[in-house]
């Protein structure tokens, strides 16, 4: 299977609109592992090959998306969301269900997004990369949504292979959290990501 979409790998319009209800229900299954939570607050969904052609299949179906051309550029927004083999690939949501109470806390957490990190036990720490080519923060607030990257060395891949354990966390002192270790299902759904290599 291509590490990438493209034209030849997404489903027309009229085909999507037969297979959504079954697709979508294979998406609620795959993300249920690929979500992980790291507080009451933050929370990473793993994006991957598969996450991505329902994001780009969505697309295409909303803004009734038919030609090549509009067709390339929604494959170009969402490919690099796709994990390389040596990194994961994340969307991290700021929640909070009060509309008030999340206004007030994004103005607490400018810069949030640079301290989100994941560790392979015994390995050094990997932080994330926020937001590539975009700023989403400004120095008075944090965006409630930020897209991040944690690039793995073959000492962290090779550890994770062999069965150590996994830990996430935020470093932000207002929302400082550990996940320690990551549930055994996440973890499993995310070695797919590393199996390129």
Known sequence: MSTKLDRSTLWSLEEYADRRDDFRREMIAHKKT???????????????????KYQVQ??????????????????????????DGTNWKATMLIEY??????????????????????????????????NEDMERSTDEKAAAVHFLRFELDATS?????????LRMGVD??????????????????????????
């Open 157 to 165: 891949i090779a550890a994770l292979r062999s069965g150590k354990t």
């Open 34 to 52: 690929r979500r992980i939570a790291l507080g009451p607050h933050i929370t990473l969904l793993f994006e991957d090959f598969q996450t991505m």
């Open 172 to 197: 932000h002192p207002e929302v400082a959290c550990e996940l320690n270790p990551v549930p055994t299902a996440g973890v499993e759904s995310l070695m797919k990501d590393l199996a390129l290599h």
């Open 97 to 130: 269900s009060d509309v008030e109470e999340r206004r007030v806390a994004l103005g607490k957490l400018a810069g949030v997004e640079n301290t989100v990190w994941v560790q392979v036990d015994g390995e050094a720490r990997s932080t994330a990369i926020a």
């Open 58 to 83: 969505e697309m295409l179906r909303t803004e009734k998306i038919f030609e090549a051309a509009g067709i390339a550029e929604e494959l170009e927004s969402y490919n690099p969301l796709i994990p």
